[in-house]
């Protein structure tokens, strides 16, 4: 059944809950500070999701490589509040912020449904900030007339059940689509269980990162998991990321827009989450 509304979880939190508030910041943070000489337009990005106070910079800057005037956003992420192999995509016909409802091309969403891999409810994305932090971005990006296709990735572990998640994806990134990836990199800190070194935290954060970073802009989706594996790299959006790179022809390659660290932010790295604009060409 559709027609329902995917309401706010994080407005008032993690962003302004005033639509003129949230309007502004947005836009202030979409300011590229290249001027002039703007990059090519992004085929997909990844893009961090915190609260706007820690990660807003580094999204905005990744967000202002959208070209303005597409159809339709591929909106992937993690979920982190529940549980289930393969993806989920909604019911519902509206995905709501304080700025406005963006409609959910509620066709793409039947006809991803209608794999195995895919579970069609709302009640994952009731309480998820991964997509929802995007969305202002892209209302402010992106002219009036394009629709959303929410997309929460859960387990992948299987190879059969990536394949059958890319094959119920794949003729939704056609040329008038752009992907989005929500996905912020290394969680450090006992608060995540993970504490793999006590000593030059901040660059062997970045180091970590870096690592991660250099497998996805060369879209070597093996190496990444190698990585992971590894590393047990704390990387929330990690099958998330996994999907972009599935769906990205073998010639892609991307570019670190930018980058940072709530550590550095805050200037305590006992906690520290790390945030990554990516975008690919």
Do not use: K
């Not at 269980?193 to 935290?201: H, L, M, S, W």
């Not at 972009?244 to 709530?262: E, F, I, K, M, N």
């Amino acid at each position: 059944m559709t027609g329902g509304v995917l309401l706010p979880a994080v407005a008032g939190t993690w962003y302004p809950a005033d639509a003129l508030a949230l309007a502004r910041l947005v836009d202030e943070l979409l300011v590229d500070p290249g001027g002039e000489a703007a990059p090519a337009p992004a085929r997909a990005l990844v893009v961090p999701h915190a609260g706007f106070a820690y990660s807003g910079r580094v999204a905005g800057l990744g967000f202002v490589r959208l070209p303005r005037d597409i159809d339709r956003v591929l909106l992937v992420g993690p979920t982190h509040y529940s549980g289930f192999p393969g993806i989920a995509v909604p019911c519902a016909s509206l995905y709501r912020t304080p700025l406005g409802d963006v409609p959910i091309d509620v066709e793409t969403v039947a006809g991803i449904a209608e794999s195995a891999a895919v579970r069609r409810e709302d009640r994952p994305f009731g309480p998820e900030h991964s997509l929802e932090a995007e969305l202002p971005f892209l209302q402010r990006r992106l002219r009036p007339g394009w629709r959303v296709v929410p997309v929460l990735v859960g387990s992948l572990a299987d190879a059969s059940r990536r394949r059958d998640v890319l094959a119920a994806l794949r003729p939704a990134f056609d040329e008038r689509t752009v992907a989005v990836i929500s996905s912020d990199f290394t969680h450090y800190g006992p608060r995540f269980g993970y504490v793999p070194f006590t000593e030059r935290v901040a660059d062997r954060i970045r180091e970590l990162d870096e690592s991660a970073i250099a497998c996805l802009v060369v879209n070597d989706a093996d190496a990444f998991r190698e990585h992971v594996r590894n590393t047990r790299a704390t990387i929330c959006g990690r099958a998330a990321i996994e999907v972009l790179l599935g769906l990205l022809t073998p010639a892609s390659r991307g570019a670190l827009v930018a980058y940072d660290t709530s550590g550095r932010i805050t200037g305590d790295f006992e906690h520290s989450v790390s945030y990554a604009s990516i975008a690919f060409r």
